[in-house]
């Protein structure tokens, strides 16, 4: 089994910075893609940004360009820089991993990550306001 814990959500004003941070536990061996998705109050689930075990990325229209999403292996972490943050990215940010799920939430365009994602975290709340 494998679990997820994200940390570095808070409040920021407008065009400020954070950086979100996840840690995963349990089978953490295999080559998965994981990734970060976020909800906003009202809304659906959305993509933001993935990355496969040799590094490769997609992101998300909304995030494209502001945010950077990077893996450590060997530390078995998954950081979102998140840049030039706006009101509208407001949204509890859950970090998720590849696996089994009914739902598939694609992220971005191209072949990148084009998974399911079946373990997620409890999700960090980012608030943007100034």
């Known amino acids: 089994q494998l679990q997820l814990v994200e940390s570095g959500g808070g409040a920021v004003q407008p065009g400020g910075s954070l950086r979100l941070s996840c840690e995963l536990l349990?089978?953490?061996?295999?080559?998965?893609?994981v990734g970060w998705f976020r909800q906003a109050s009202g809304k659906e689930r959305e993509g933001g940004a993935a990355i496969d075990h040799a590094g490769n990325t997609t992101y998300g229209d909304s995030v494209k360009g502001r945010f950077t999403v990077s893996r450590d292996n060997a530390k078995n972490t998954l950081d979102l820089q998140m840049n030039s943050l706006k009101p509208e990215d407001t949204a509890m940010y859950y970090c998720a991993a590849e696996g089994p799920h009914r739902d598939y939430l694609p992220i971005g365009p191209g072949s990148v990550c084009r998974v399911t994602f079946g373990y997620w975290g409890q999700g960090t709340q980012v608030t943007v306001s100034s």
């Open positions: 349990g089978r953490t061996y295999g080559r998965y893609c």
